[in-house]
């Protein structure tokens, strides 16, 4: 298992930005896809963003697109962001990371401990 330490979450007004970073120390290989996903209370978790480990493909929810950007460090091995501007009130979540790659003839995914954002007046 990986684990994966979040940081950048926080109380912002609506309208405001917010960076969300997520890193591992150790060295994964074959790694497929860097993504982010929020739980809203009451809701299901949802995926926000994702980037290959590539960089070529990248994908956002319909309802962020425009205003999150999903990025990676190509000089670390796990090492990605999410920069949300134009934060509205129904942005707020707990944000979490989550890696999914192939380890031992497996795939695997693992999860940070998650980030609350709050958009609020």
């Known amino acids: 298992q990986v684990q994966l330490v979040e940081s950048g979450g926080g109380l912002v007004q609506p309208g405001g930005s917010l960076r969300l970073s997520c890193a591992a120390s150790v060295k994964i290989v074959n790694i497929y896809a860097m993504g982010w996903y929020r739980q809203a209370p009451g809701k299901e978790r949802e995926l926000v963003a994702v980037i290959t480990n590539s960089g070529n493909i990248v994908n956002y929810v319909d309802s962020v697109k425009g205003r999150f950007t999903i990025s990676r460090d190509n000089a670390k091995n796990i090492a990605f962001y999410l920069q949300m501007n134009n934060l509205k009130v129904e942005d707020t979540a707990v944000y979490y990371c989550?890696?999914?790659?192939?380890?031992?003839?497996?795939?695997?995914?693992?999860w940070g401990q998650g980030t609350q954002v709050t958009v609020s007046s």
């Open positions: 989550n890696l999914r790659y192939s380890r031992f003839g497996s795939t695997w995914d693992d």
